[in-house]
T-cell receptor, first 114, second 110 residues
């Protein structure tokens, strides 16, 4: 199956700093990628749809100025958590469609903000 | 927005017992997808159901889509310790966006 990678897998940062998370499709091109957030023992919540070459589409309640998304190429989308605070600590997961119907998820990035 | 309710939240079984998780929606679903997430891992696609009354099988796993396309179930026969994880249903909406159910965390005692 298609492979999606994420980097870093874990990050610990101080409150107020910004953190960038990369999502790459390794063996296919993805015009659309998705960013999810998952708190412990909870479900995945879609944050935004990342569109190659255009602005991301954010879900209701997600601050676009706090969660900056850039999809500069067909294989790379980045999520930057700006001015991170402890409440932003979570598991961030990206996904991409390799073909119709099936989404492939990256391994996730666990963010801890101190 | 669209909500997919999933029950039970937790299920503990002895190895060899069967397991079922259910997803329900108050509105008609365009389709339903099922994912498995192992502890510490990421969701892995299992299957997609599209047709009313559809039933699909993958070895010990049986997936059903209700006649009214408002509910779905995943049934595992004779669970094994490798079945441990959280099972999510998800509806795919416009633009391939996924709305996930709350998930059912399955633990299997050997």
């Amino acid at each position: 199956g298609a492979v999606v990678s994420q980097h870093p897998s874990r990050v610990i940062c101080k409150s107020g700093t910004s953190v960038k998370i990369e999502c790459r499709s390794l063996d296919f091109q993805a015009t659309t990628m998705f960013w999810y957030r998952q708190f412990p023992k909870q479900s995945l919540m879609l944050m935004a749809t990342s569109n190659e070459g255009s602005k991301a589409t954010y879900e209701q309640g997600v601050e676009k100025d706090k969660f900056l998304i850039n999809h500069a190429s067909l294989t790379l989308s980045t999520l930057t958590v700006t001015s991170a605070h402890p409440e932003d600590s979570s598991f961030y997961i990206c996904s991409a469609n390799a073909d119709y119907n099936e989404q492939f998820f990256g391994p996730g990035t666990r963010l801890t903000v101190l | 927005g669209q909500q997919v309710m999933q029950i039970p939240q937790y299920q503990h079984v002895q190895e060899g017992e069967d397991f079922t998780t259910y997803c329900n929606s108050s509105t008609t679903l365009s389709n339903i997808q099922w994912y498995k997430q192992r502890p510490g891992g990421h969701p892995v696609f299992l299957i997609q159901l599209v047709k009313s009354g559809e039933v699909k099988k993958q070895k010990r796993l049986t997936f059903q889509f209700g006649e009214a396309k408002k509910n779905s179930s995943l049934h595992i026969t004779a669970t094994q310790t490798t079945d441990v994880g959280t099972y999510f249903c998800a509806e795919e909406t416009s633009g391939s966006r996924l709305t996930f159910g709350e998930g059912t965390q399955l633990t299997v005692n050997p």
